[in-house]
C-alpha cells in the first residue's frame, strides 16, 4: 500500500488534531511534523485528550497512524561536542514526547561537525545516541537522515551513516530516512534508483529503511545544496521519483513531501499527492496553482 503525506503543522492549542485535519485536507494517509519550531526548544505539554480525538479523526480518514513520524528540530547537532549535552537532553525528551504521543519514529539530521572533522565529529554523534538510548528505554526508533553534504554534514555517505549505526549498542532502536534531494545533492545517481538501493542494501541493509522524503532539487547531482523543489521542477524529474515512490521493495515505507511552498503561502501538497497517486504529472501545474 502507498503511505504517502507531507510536513504538517503541530500546535499548542489543537496538538494533532490540527496535523490531522491539514494531512486529511491534502488527501494525505500519513504524515510527519515537528512537535513545536524546528529552530527553537518551547514546546507545550501533550494533551491526551486531543490526541484521543485526532487518533479518532485519522481511523474515520484513514490514515496510518502507525507511519505518522515526527522530525527532530536542527538545533540539535550530536556532531558538536559543545553542544552535546544540550542534544542529548533535547533528544531524549523528543523521545518520550513521541512516546506520549504513539508515534513510532524520529527523523534525526546526524550533525555537523563544525571543523573538527568527519572521524570526530562521527564519535561525537556516536556517543550522543548511546546517550540518549540509556536515557530512554521506550520503542521510539531514530531514523538517520542520509544528508546532502552541506558545510561540514556528516551522513553525506551511505558508509558514514553505517560508522555511526556501528557504533551505537542499541542497533534495533536506529532506522535510516532517505531523502531524495538530498542523495541527488551528496552525489547520489537518483535516476538509477535499483543501482542506488543495491549499493545502500551493501552498505547498510535495505531493511533499515523506516521512511523517505521525497523532493525533487533545485541542484544538479553532487552539488552538495540541499535546495528542495517542487515535484517536476527540478533536476530529479517526475518520472524518477514516481519510480522511487512505487518501487516495490519500498511498498510499505511511509513517503513524505518536504517540497517549498508556492510564493512561499501555498502549500503544494495536496495537487502533488493528486499527481503521484495518478502518476501523471501536470504540464505547469505549479504556474496555474495559485489561480485555483
Ligand atoms: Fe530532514
Ligand atoms: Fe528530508
Ligand atoms: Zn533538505
Request: glycine residues 8%.
Amino acid at each position: 500500500m502507498l503511505y504517502l503525506g507531507s510536513h504538517v503543522s503541530f500546535d499548542k492549542k489543537e496538538q494533532l488534531i490540527r496535523s490531522t485535519k491539514e494531512a486529511l485536507a491534502y488527501g494525505a494517509n500519513t504524515f510527519m511534523f515537528y512537535t513545536g519550531a524546528p529552530q527553537n526548544t518551547n514546546r507545550s505539554k501533550i494533551e491526551d485528550g486531543l490526541t484521543l480525538e485526532a487518533l479518532k479523526l485519522m481511523k474515520e480518514g484513514n490514515v496510518a497512524f502507525d507511519k505518522v513520524g515526527v522530525h527532530a528540530p536542527y538545533i540539535i547537532n550530536l556532531a558538536n561536542a559543545d553542544n552535546l549535552d544540550f542534544g542529548i537532553r533535547f533528544l531524549t525528551e523528543e523521545l518520550e514526547r513521541c512516546e506520549e504521543l504513539g508515534i513510532r519514529y524520529l527523523v534525526l539530521h546526524p550533525g555537523s561537525h563544525v571543523g573538527r572533522g568527519v572521524e570526530e565529529g562521527i564519535a561525537t554523534i556516536i556517543r550522543g545516541l548511546n546517550a540518549v538510548f540509556l536515557n530512554n528505554h521506550g520503542n521510539v526508533k531514530i531514523l538517520l537522515e542520509t544528508m546532502a553534504g552541506k558545510g561540514t554534514e556528516i551522513g553525506r555517505t551511505f558508509e558514514e551513516l553505517r560508522q555511526i549505526m556501528d557504533g551505537v549498542e542499541e542497533k534495533n532502536r536506529l532506522g535510516i530516512c532517505i531523502d531524495t534531494c538530498h542523495m541527488n545533492d551528496a552525489g547520489y545517481n537518483v535516476h538509477d534508483f535499483d543501482s542506488l538501493l543495491k549499493e545502500f542494501d551493501q552498505v547498510i541493509g535495505i531493511e533499515k529503511i523506516g521512511c523517505i522524503h521525497i523532493n525533487d532539487s533545485k541542484n544538479d547531482i553532487g552539488a552538495h545544496k540541499d535546495r528542495h523543489e517542487n515535484l517536476g521542477y527540478g533536476t530529479i524529474g517526475f518520472d524518477s521519483l514516481i519510480k522511487i515512490i512505487y518501487h516495490p521493495l519500498l511498498e510499505d515505507i511511509p513517503k513524505i513531501l518536504e517540497t517549498p511552498f508556492i510564493n512561499r503561502e501555498f502549500a503544494p501538497y495536496k495537487k502533488e499527492i493528486e499527481m503521484i497517486r495518478s502518476k501523471k504529472m501536470e504540464d505547469n501545474w505549479r504556474e496555474t496553482f495559485a489561480e485555483e
